[in-house]
């Protein structure tokens, strides 16, 4: 079956540093990819998707780019801020019974500090 | 416009007892998804609704878990005699249909604690 695979947190970085959190995927045919945030207190929110392959999400400084030859939707951000810090999920879906529904990793929580 | 709203936002329940959840799509959004996250299992899906119908409850848990959606736009899930390993926050989501992928909204979820 389907399943995504995230780098284990917490992840602690100062301001201004370069942020990646690793994603890879098992998946029968052509899933879209997401990246989900979720702020302290807040509800999970859609970050950016790439729904073929090649395909460059972005969204508020954040970037990934959807790879099938190594399975991997990994998320990039230049400089983090303090305002950054949250739990980022990774996620997988395709057509079926269940719709769309999404298919999540474990979440990576994400510190900044100034 | 409005967001998907889940009610109650928190309910202790004693175990054994029977609960309801809800959840109040986005006005004009045909999919609507039930999802759990937990400590121990992380973010789960559940079950789908597109209109009225699920065509898949194979995400349940167990046979005690149920669901029903009316109008195309309310939906409950119904958890009988809880159990402590229900305790989770129970994510409900909308979409609209179509051809290709919808963002799902989120709501606020309804944090479940079964003593």
């Known amino acids: 079956g389907n399943s995504v695979t995230q780098m284990e947190g917490p992840v602690t970085l100062s301001e201004e540093a370069f942020l990646t959190i690793n994603c890879t995927y098992t998946a029968t045919g052509y899933p879209s990819l997401f990246w989900y945030v979720q702020y302290p207190g807040e509800g999970l929110q859609l970050l950016l998707k790439a729904t073929k392959a090649d395909d460059k999400g972005s969204n508020k400084g954040f970037e990934a780019t959807y790879r099938k030859e190594t399975t991997s939707f990994h998320l990039e951000k230049g400089s983090v801020q303090v305002s950054d810090s949250a739990v980022y999920f990774c996620a997988l879906s395709s057509n079926s019974n269940s719709g769309y529904a999404l298919n999540f990793g474990k979440g990576t929580s994400l510190l900044v500090t100034p | 416009g409005a967001g998907v709203s889940q009610s109650p936002s928190n309910k202790v329940t004693e175990k054994g007892k029977d609960v309801e959840l809800r959840c109040d799509p986005i006005?004009?959004?045909?999919?609507l998804y039930w999802y759990r996250q937990s400590l121990g299992q992380g973010l789960e899906f559940l079950i789908y609704?597109?209109?009225?119908?699920?065509?898949?409850k194979s995400g349940l848990p167990s046979d005690r878990f149920s669901a029903e959606r009316t109008g195309g736009s309310v939906s409950t899930l119904t958890i009988q005699r809880t159990q402590q390993e229900d305790s989770a926050v129970y994510l409900c989501?909308?979409?609209?249909?179509?051809?290709?992928?919808?963002?799902?909204?989120f709501g606020p979820g309804t944090r479940l604690t079964v003593t």
């Open positions: 609704f597109q209109g009225n119908s699920a065509p898949d």
């Open positions: 006005s004009g959004h045909t999919a």
């Open positions: 989501a909308s979409s609209l249909t179509g051809t290709g992928v919808y963002e799902q909204y």
